[in-house]
C-alpha cells in the first residue's frame, strides 16, 4: 500500500502537513541515522544560522540558496517533533534508502512528453504538494525529505533526479543538486527556464535532472566535479542513471518504445505523463498498475512571486 498525502499553504505549513502525517518514519530514520530526535520543549531564541547543521554545510546553504526548502524543513521539523537541525541533516541524498539500480529516460510521447524512472528500495510517499505561491504537483519522495525525487506540476512539467553513484558528504559546504527538483516544480512551466534557473544556483553533488513539459520539449542539467551542464533533445530520448540491468532496458525501450514496458524484477516504474498532467505507478516486472493520479489544477497559480 502507497501512502498518499496531502500538504497545502506557505511552506511552513507545507512541511508541518507531511510531518504531522509521517512522523513515526521521520523519527525511525533520525534513529537509525543515528540523529538525535529529540526536539527542545522551550526551543532557544537563537539565529536560525546557528545550530551544528545551520551553522555549516549543506543544510546553511539549503538556507542561504533555497528559501523556501528551508522554510519547508523548518516546518517538517514542527510537523514531526523533532530538532531542526537533524531533520536538515536528513536532506542529503547520503541518508536516502533507496536501492542503486536506478534509472531514468525521458521521450516524445506524442501528445507531450513522458518521463519514466524506476524506484527501488526505500520508504516512498506519494506527496499532492498545494503552495500558497507557485504550481501545485505530484511528487514521489521519503517521508523526512522536503524536495522529491520526481514529479509533474499542474503545468505540465516533469522533472526528476537520476543518481550517478556519487554523494557528497553531507558536510561539504554546498546544497544537494536534488533540491532543484521541488524548486522546479513549483516555479516553471517548461523545460527552457528550469534548466536556465538550475545553471545559475550552487549546488554539490553528481547525477542527472531530466526535464519534459506538454509541448514536447526534453532536456537535462548533467552534474559533476566540472560544474552543471545543460542538453537539449531533438526528439531523441535522454538517459541517465546507474549502470546495470535498469538503464539496460531503458535503453532497449527507448530504441523501441512500442514495446509498451520496461520489463525489471523487483523495481516500481513512475511515469509522469506531461500531456494528460498524470503520475502512474506500475510493477516493473508486469506492468500492472499500481496507482493513477491527475493533478487537479489550481483555481489562480501565481508561479511568479517566488522570489530568486
Known sequence: MWNVIECTGHPRDLGSGQGLAVRSAIRQQMKKAGLDARRRRWPKLAAFTSGPVRGSGSGREMIRHFTHLAERADGLARGAGVPVDSLLELQHPAYSEADEAQAACVLDGGSGSNLVRTLAGGAWLVRRSRPEVGFASLELTEPWCVSSVAGINEAGLAVCMAPSGEIASPRESAASSQFFVQECLQR?????????????????????????????????????????????????????????????????????????????????????????????????????????????????????????
Open 188 to 308: 516553471f512551466e517548461e523545460i527552457e527556464a528550469g534548466i536556465d534557473w538550475c545553471l545559475n544556483r550552487p549546488a554539490k553533488g553528481q547525477g542527472t535532472l531530466l526535464l519534459a513539459d506538454a509541448a514536447g520539449r526534453l532536456g537535462a542539467v548533467h552534474f559533476g566535479a566540472a560544474g552543471p551542464e545543460p542538453e537539449r533533445s531533438d526528439g531523441s530520448p535522454i538517459l541517465a542513471g546507474l549502470p546495470g540491468p535498469a538503464m539496460q532496458a531503458f535503453e532497449s525501450w527507448a530504441a523501441s518504445p512500442a514495446t509498451g514496458r520496461v520489463p525489471l524484477s523487483g523495481s516500481v516504474m513512475v511515469r509522469l505523463d506531461c500531456g494528460g498532467r498524470r503520475l502512474e505507478l506500475k510493477d516493473g516486472s508486469s506492468s500492472e498498475r499500481i496507482l493513477a493520479l491527475e493533478i487537479a489544477p489550481s483555481e489562480d497559480p501565481e508561479p511568479g512571486d517566488l522570489g530568486s
